[in-house]
């Protein structure tokens, strides 16, 4: 299966408050899973990415918490922002150097003051 | 690096006309991807090349569908002829084998809005 499954698929959040968007995979291959962030009439954008030997990874404000035995990941936005608000992706890419990602279908997140 | 290169960024066309979408890689990356994006069906991969090859196509959704990289700095995306299903926001992305350590990082253009009517 090469399929990640994201939810929600739409969020809104108070400034101020955490984001939470959700990801399952099934194919236990995937060895990488980055985040793509996409801002409306841009292409997405590499936000951040973990690996599945550890369990969180923390870049200033965004965290994406690993559960393997779970196969899901998630990732957190804390102190949200309005410049926040964009659409994001979860990916998943094969190891042996197989540069073909899988998208999420994408969570598009609102900020609001 | 100015980065990956799309052209153009609008294009709308009547049903039946052909369509080329165009496409400059980043300078020394050795893959490069066609996507198309819909609100329905998301990001969806079509084509991705390894130093100018196609290497899996299985998400080219027809054969009205075509792409070529004549070279490690341009490539094509060809639609004839067009129907209004085809309707999307189709982006070019590449990225350099050598970059594992950021999970084969994909730089994405700005994309190609494609309108047939």
């Known amino acids: 299966q090469q399929q990640v499954k994201q939810s929600p698929q739409s969020l809104i959040v108070q400034k101020g408050g955490i984001s939470i968007i959700n990801c399952a995979y099934e194919n236990t291959a995937f060895d990488y899973f980055p985040w793509y962030q996409q801002f409306p009439g841009k292409g997405p954008a590499l936000l951040i990415a973990i690996r599945p030997d550890v369990s969180e990874k923390k870049e200033g404000r965004f965290t994406i918490s690993f559960n393997k035995s779970a196969k899901q990941f998630s990732l957190h936005i804390m102190d949200s922002q309005p410049g926040d608000s964009a659409t994001y992706f979860c990916?998943?890419?094969?190891?042996?150097?197989?540069?073909?990602?899988?998208f999420g279908t994408g969570t598009k997140l609102q900020v609001i003051p | 690096d100015a980065g990956v290169i799309q052209s153009p960024r609008h294009e709308v066309t009547e049903m039946g006309q052909e369509v080329t979408l165009r496409c400059k890689p980043i300078s020394g990356h050795d893959y490069l991807f066609w996507y198309r994006q819909t609100m329905m069906r998301g990001l969806e991969l079509l084509i991705y090349?390894?130093?100018?090859?196609?290497?899996?196509d299985s998400g080219m959704p027809e054969d009205r569908f075509s792409a070529k990289m004549p070279n490690a700095s341009f490539s094509t995306l060809k639609i004839q002829p067009s129907e209004p299903r085809d309707s999307a926001v189709y982006f070019c992305?590449?990225?350099?084998?050598?970059?594992?350590?950021?999970?084969?990082?994909?730089?994405f253009g700005p994309g190609t809005r494609l309108t047939v009517t």
């Open positions: 990916a998943a890419t094969l190891s042996g150097g197989y540069q073909k990602v899988t």
């Open positions: 090349f390894n130093n100018n090859v196609p290497i899996d």
């Open positions: 992305a590449s990225s350099l084998r050598g970059a594992r350590a950021r999970g084969y990082e994909q730089y």
